[in-house]
């Protein structure tokens, strides 16, 4: 394409753009349902946008990322020719070559690629994803004529409220082009493969490497129920209830243990094959680096526990925060978030929900979460939608609770005493090992202004002369070790007048020394008499 076809392709989408604008009165303003048919009225390009903007609840307001969520998936397919022009372009032969047949008719048809049934030539069935020609360009032009349209609504004084369009759209377009990358999902594929070799009730389809391009991947075909089926599921024997445990078991531990999860699973993207958990479509994850993943174990373990000062802690240790905290109200909105939640059984808590409410209060303190937490904050209430379905007895933060505490689903009663014991042991143990990382973070909250020491006046001035005389003892404590050490060092060096062998100057500092610590040491003692 020349560059005035280029020119004239932007224009005449430009007009298209600005009169879908015009058709939803976006002059009057945008609200989460006209987004959203904004968006479907857009095309395929905008649905996607669409669909990955509903998981950012970082970025957006609740009402429309819930919205958004509700965008259709069914996008009108590339007619066949289309899909075999694809195949040839990218393995430089014709789909006859490659494959024994092709369904022509698609499973599925989304905004960036759409699927067909196969077989290969050893009569292996498998499944074909090809990209949409042409979807790159496109996306690309239609991410700068809306970067345009931003700056045209921020010249007409739009009230869009506090989102800032022109970053999501950055970022959005960044999670795009990964998503669009089909050697990327391949290795996720690979790499989801690798981490839950060890589990045997958990499987992945298997990728046909020598057929993979960035615009085409094959995959062994996966010939079973669907997640939600039900009636199907029961007729085939299966135990929703222990389905239910396993599903909810391998996403905790993708989150917590691996630091790579699946972003969209929804019950589409998940089959049971031969007694087996399949996942599907893992073109979109989400990652949680060590250092997150260790603040997430304690505010998970801190909200079961309803631990105030300890989930106060963790969220003070955030990298993210962007001003100055008010301690005793972000104190008393922790205590208010977690006294909703006192009387309700372990059971009877949503992680999802949860991690909503913990966001607002964040928010209200200028404090955001990571943003790998805000994609698994959509994920887990998207598993906990497909839990409430198929097996509504199980709960997704009571499993995540034990993983994370490393407790066992359930205890004997005649155990009950000496798990208590053993627990508490641990506790302790556990506690006096931390004490050096409680240091270091006290130390780095103190650097950015976050410490705060909490001090009971029971009268205006004993306080304050207590305070100083602490001080006093500490600097008279470090000018006599100073001493001592000076002393020392000039021990170690040929200095004249010397007396018994040890330099004047030395001697001198060390009985300046001895008398600041027998000082301090009979205060020390007389106080302690005091108080007796």
Not at 140 to 149: F, N, S
């Amino acid at each position: 394409m020349t560059q005035t076809e280029v020119k004239l392709s932007s224009a005449a989408r430009l007009k298209e753009m600005v009169t879908a604008l015009k058709r939803h009165g976006i002059i009057h303003g945008v609200s989460p349902v006209k987004l959203k048919f904004i968006l479907e009225d857009l095309g395929p390009t905008y649905v996607k946008l669409g669909q990955i903007m509903s998981m950012r609840t970082d970025m957006l307001p609740k009402s429309y990322c819930d919205e958004l969520a509700e965008l259709r998936t069914d996008v009108k397919p590339m007619i066949y020719e289309e899909v075999l022009q694809v195949i040839a372009s990218e393995y430089g032969f014709s789909a006859e070559e490659a494959f024994q047949e092709i369904d022509p008719v698609c499973i599925g048809s989304a905004s960036i690629a759409q699927v067909h049934k196969a077989v290969l030539k050893d009569g292996k069935i498998v499944v074909l994803k090809v990209q949409r020609p042409g979807i790159y360009q496109t996306m690309e032009r239609d991410i700068q004529l809306l970067k345009k349209a931003i700056s045209l609504i921020k010249v007409l004084n739009i009230n869009v409220g506090d989102i800032d369009f022109r970053m999501f759209i950055d970022e959005m377009w960044a999670t795009a082009q990964q998503e669009m990358n089909f050697i990327a999902e391949a290795n996720y594929i690979k790499e989801f493969t690798d981490l839950n070799a060890s589990v045997n009730y958990i499987s992945f389809p298997l990728i046909e490497r020598q057929l993979c391009t960035p615009r085409v991947l094959v995959m062994e075909y996966i010939d079973g129920v669907q997640i939600d089926d039900l009636d199907k599921l029961h007729a085939l024997g299966y135990d929703l209830n222990e389905i239910g445990i396993k599903l909810a078991e391998n996403y905790v531990k993708q989150i917590v243990d691996d630091g790579l999860f699946h972003a969209d699973p929804h019950p589409g993207n998940i089959f049971i094959r031969d007694g087996k958990i399949v996942w599907l479509d893992l073109g979109m994850v989400g990652k949680i680096n060590n250092h997150d993943r260790l603040l997430l174990k304690k505010i998970i373990l801190a909200i079961v526990q309803h631990d105030i000062e300890g989930l106060k802690e963790v969220f003070l240790l955030l990298d993210t925060i962007k001003g100055k905290v008010n301690h005793t109200r972000l104190y008393e909105d922790i205590e208010s978030l977690l006294e909703r939640y006192g009387d309700l059984d372990l059971s009877e808590l949503h992680f999802g929900q949860i991690m909503e409410e913990v966001k607002k209060v964040l928010d209200f303190h200028q404090i955001s979460l990571p943003t790998g937490f805000t994609i698994l904050g959509r994920g887990v209430l998207t598993i906990e939608g497909v839990l409430a379905v198929c097996c509504p007895k199980v709960n997704f933060i009571q499993i995540m609770a034990n993983h994370v505490s490393g407790k066992l689903l359930s205890e004997l009663d005649a155990r009950q005493e000496l798990v208590s014991a053993g627990l508490s042991l641990y506790g302790f143990t556990k506690n006096s090992l931390e004490l050096p990382v409680q240091f270091a973070n006290i130390l780095k909250m103190a650097m950015r202004g976050q410490a705060k020491i909490n001090i009971d006046l029971s009268s205006a001035d004993e306080p304050v002369r207590q305070a100083d005389m602490i001080m006093d003892k500490l600097v008279l404590s470090i000018l006599s070790a100073a001493f001592l050490i000076g002393a020392s060092l000039v021990c170690m060096t040929s200095i004249t007048p010397r007396l018994l062998g040890i330099p004047v100057i030395s001697l001198i500092g060390y009985l300046i020394a001895l008398l600041m610590a027998g000082w301090l040491t009979t205060k020390i003692i007389r106080n302690r008499q005091k108080r007796r």
